[in-house]
């Protein structure tokens, strides 16, 4: 079953905030803490096209190993609760 939640966005580039529904468990495991966000939001936080320190990379899914943009550090990100105040 899927699961969702809302999180907060912050591009580093930017000024202010967007708010996002984001699937959790996907099953998949990383090293360290990935998103994996559409083009469409990747350009309204400016990460699209993909700054000039980005890399591209190739990741495992059930359907064949698709090549993306890997862009380190460029956001803060928060889970948000109803009964938790804004960080």
Do not use: C, H
Request: cysteine-free; overall charge positive; aromatic content about 4%.
């Amino acid at each position: 079953m899927a699961v969702r939640i809302k999180l907060r966005l912050k591009s580093k580039t930017l000024r202010g905030t967007i708010e996002v529904s984001a699937l959790i468990n996907s099953g998949f495991e990383t090293k360290r803490p990935q998103l994996l966000i559409p083009t469409q939001l990747a350009r309204q936080i400016t990460l699209y096209p993909p700054p000039p320190t980005s890399s591209i990379i190739e990741i495992g899914t059930a359907g064949g190993p698709p090549k993306v943009f890997l862009v380190r550090e460029a956001l803060d990100v928060w889970a948000v609760a109803d009964d938790r105040g804004r960080p």
